[in-house]
């Protein structure tokens, strides 16, 4: 029978723990590594696997959006950092890429449990010493550690990279001007005004929006960057 998950789950407007490890790139401290700065927090079931490897290619090469959008990026394998290290050389082959990132060493599922990254679905997801082996599992956490996206993928399943930075630029943009952005939205389209803004404060903060139906509006609004 798998394994119940623990208690205090970690939901949408939770602090992200906090938590120190060591790393591909040596020992962190997740606060300040995070400084500032928005973080996206991804994991991995096990290093040199084919799907994660394609994973943290991409993602290594989407660095610099994410840069460009004040927000840092840290992967997480279930394997120590050496093992990390001479992952890293096949990733940035056969990506022709440069992961430059830091990859946490998390062996013992320490991260992983706290940021109940663990697979309770599938028993025989385990390593050769019968842990079983993180999810992937993507958190976008705030300057101010609130966690605004948790996004779980089961162990067999790649993630979308541009989904993660669309995300991104929706939260962002969402935290400097009072609107939600719809279905499939991407930076450059029509907003929608929030629900909390009347038509009347509408025509000052949103000249060019429009009315679809009382509760439906639009309105273009161009993506500034800090």
């Not at 906090?18 to 790393?23: G, I, P």
Request: aromatic share 8%; charged share 25%.
């Amino acid at each position: 029978m798998a394994a119940q998950p623990p208690s205090g789950t970690l939901r949408l407007g939770s602090k992200a723990p906090n938590f120190q490890s060591e790393t591909s790139n040596g020992p962190i401290d997740f606060y300040e590594y995070a400084g500032d700065n928005w973080v996206i927090l991804f994991s991995h079931p096990d290093d040199f696997t084919p799907v994660c490897t394609t994973e943290l290619g991409a993602f290594a090469k989407l660095e610099p959006e994410f840069t460009k959008r004040g927000t840092k990026l840290i992967g997480l394998s279930a394997n120590g950092p050496e093992s990390h290290r001479e992952w890293i050389k096949d990733i940035n082959e056969l990506s022709q890429t440069n992961l430059t990132f830091p990859i946490v060493a998390d062996p013992l599922r320490k991260v992983a449990n706290l940021y109940d990254m663990i697979d309770y679905q599938d028993a025989s997801n385990v390593d050769d010493k019968g842990l079983q082996l993180t999810i992937r599992s993507v958190f976008i956490i705030d300057p101010k550690k609130t966690i605004r996206l948790i996004i779980s993928y089961p162990a067999s399943t790649g993630r979308n990279t541009a989904e993660v930075l669309r995300v991104l630029d929706s939260l962002q943009l969402g935290d400097k001007n009072r609107i939600t952005t719809p279905i499939n939205w991407t930076p450059g389209e029509d907003v929608i005004v929030h629900p909390s803004v009347s038509n009347e404060e509408a025509k000052t903060l949103f000249p060019k929006f429009k009315i679809v139906k009382p509760y439906l509006r639009f309105t273009p609004l161009e993506v500034k960057r800090d």
